[in-house]
T-cell receptor
Framework: GEDVEQSLFLSVREGDSSVINCTYTDSSSTYLYWYKQEPGAGLQLLTYIFSNMDMKQDQRLTVLLNKKDKHLSLRIADTQTGDSAIYFCAAVGNDYKLSFGAGTTVTVRA | DAGVTQSPTHLIKTRGQQVTLRCSPKSGHDTVSWYQQALGQGPQFIFQYYEEEERQRGNFPDRFSGHQFPNYSSELNVNALLLGDSALYLC???????????FGPGTRLTVT
């Protein structure tokens, strides 16, 4: 099955940009996602990118996909305290089953 | 427009017992998927239901079973509970064939 890996922690100063990285193993992955999870809550779909794209921008969020290296990143511009959460990278192939990484805990410091 | 809802919010059970968790999909969605999220880990796919049938299954034992009703809502049943079944159980809904899945808030199951 698909393996998805992420770095576990990221600390960023308020107002700076955050970059969260992810790698995946299955080259047939069709869509790649970023989900956000706040304490005690479910998963919020932030954005996703189709595998034939290399970039997608949505307000403060920019997703970059390097399909050759199977590397996905999420950039959050002007990081705010409300961005403190766990961010999950996920991939899906033709079977529609989401495979998640272990999550990156982002801490925003003043 | 209600999003995905799950009940109960929290549940405490004893080893060996059985549990049923419930999920109502986002309005209009016809497909429900269940995930198990152990503490400190990412969610793991359990199974997916569409047209009242299990369509996909992850690497979970037969103790985990499910059901989908004609109104698209779904139940997850776990028999013979083990301590290791303690986790947040997440339900996600989508249109069949869509790659966008929307998650509910989850049910926190604690097995003692």
């Amino acid at each position: 099955g698909e393996d998805v890996e992420q770095s576990l922690f990221l600390s960023v100063r308020e107002g700076d940009s955050s970059v969260i990285n992810c790698t995946y193993t299955d080259s047939s992955s069709t869509y790649l996602y970023w989900y956000k999870q706040e304490p005690g809550a479910g998963l919020q779909l932030l954005t996703y990118i189709f595998s034939n794209m290399d970039m997608k921008q949505d307000q403060r969020l920019t997703v970059l996909l390097n399909k050759k290296d199977k590397h996905l990143s999420l950039r959050i511009a002007d990081t705010q305290t409300g961005d403190s959460a766990i961010y999950f990278c996920a991939a899906v192939g033709n079977d529609y089953k989401l495979s998640f990484g272990a999550g990156t805990t982002v801490t925003v410091r003043a | 427009d209600a999003g995905v809802t799950q009940s109960p919010t929290h549940l405490i059970k004893t080893r060996g017992q059985q549990v049923t968790l419930r999920c109502s999909p986002k309005s209009g969605h016809d497909t429900v998927s269940w995930y198990q999220q152990a503490l400190g880990q990412g969610p793991q796919f359990i199974f997916q239901y569409y047209e009242e049938e299990e369509r996909q299954r992850g690497n979970f034992p037969d103790r985990f079973s499910g059901h989908q009703f004609p109104n698209y809502s779904s139940e997850l049943n776990v028999n013979a509970l083990l301590l290791g079944d303690s986790a947040l159980y997440l339900c996600a809904s989508s249109f069949w064939g869509s790659y966008e899945q929307y998650f509910g808030p989850g049910t926190r199951l604690t097995v003692t």
